[in-house]
């Protein structure tokens, strides 16, 4: 039987805890550090999962010379760094998303990351659960014929504190990211995006000068037509939702909850219970599923993860959206540059 991959987890709040889970139950792969600064989070995230060697310097993970490959799940400015340090290590890594806030420190490891000889995988997780895989594969079949539109929605069940978003990059780098990601996991080039924020109910958000709602539309290469709807809240849940339209049929997914028994009664019928709560229920399988194809990807199997440039196109994607919003223009995109 192969031996399981050593994994080093940089990182360990609330996304490092669903890698860390997610790798406790993955028999191909073995929780073999963790790092965090705050050392009681890695003492306690490697105890919680079986034990691992613990550190609170990302640099001890990377010279160990003892992992396969590393997931870093710390905060986005410390991305850039750490992508780069894995890269000179020869290790391959999963960096969650964004890559970074700022276009120009993507750009100064762009070349370095296009010459890596290690995979690079971008935390885009939403391309890994089964019912947008399905929807993807089934436009890609042909199903609905030719895709001219996509329709994803995005609310969040309720905004985050208003220290988070100081430092989120805003709603469109922060939220939209996904979203900007999904669009491109169907329409891979995109060349003009027109953005309108909104501060409908959030005055924390507002005094941030962020938007708690936004509409953005996408055109593609090929005519294309990509609208996001998102919102920082929602009265009865997570809701996230895709339809794919083109000239022979629709295809949707629709929001999915923790079972599918529906009550009938005197004042309702047809009734489910309310949707999972939020990402990390919603999207537990897709956070699996993009740990089952990094593996392949460490294993020399053909890397199926979004990686460094689907990174760096959705951050385009959002700093353009951004100045759409702000400008009041459509900004228009070169999808060479
Ligand atoms: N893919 C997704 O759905 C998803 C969801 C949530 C967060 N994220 C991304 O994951 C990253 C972390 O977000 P979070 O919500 O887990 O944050 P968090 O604040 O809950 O956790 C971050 C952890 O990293 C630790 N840390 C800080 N500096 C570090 C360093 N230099 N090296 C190692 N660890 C360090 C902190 O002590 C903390 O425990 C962010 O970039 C965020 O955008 C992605």
Redesign the pocket.
Known sequence: MTEPLKIGL???????QVHAASIAALPGLALHWV????LE?AKSTAERFGGAQVTAD?ADVLSSGDVDAVIV????P??VDLIDAAIDAGLPVLC???IDLDIERVDGLREKARRAATPISL???RRFDPHVAELRRRVGAGDIGGLEQLTITSRDPAPPPGEYVAVSGGIFR?MTI?DFDMARFFVPDIVEVTARGARQFSAEIAAEGDYDAAVVTLRGASGELVTITNSRHSAYGYDQRIEAFGDAGMLQVGNVGPTVVRSYGASSVEAQGPYHNF?LER?SDAYRLELVAFAAAIRGDEQTNPGFEDGRAALILADAAARSAAEGVSVEIDPNA
Request: charged share 15%; aromatic share 14%; hydrophobic share 20%.
């Open positions: 940089i990182g360990t709040g609330r996304i490092g790092c965090d600064p705050f989070s990302p799940a710390s905060p986005t410390t991305h969650e998303k964004p935390g885009f997780n922060d996904h990402f999207y």
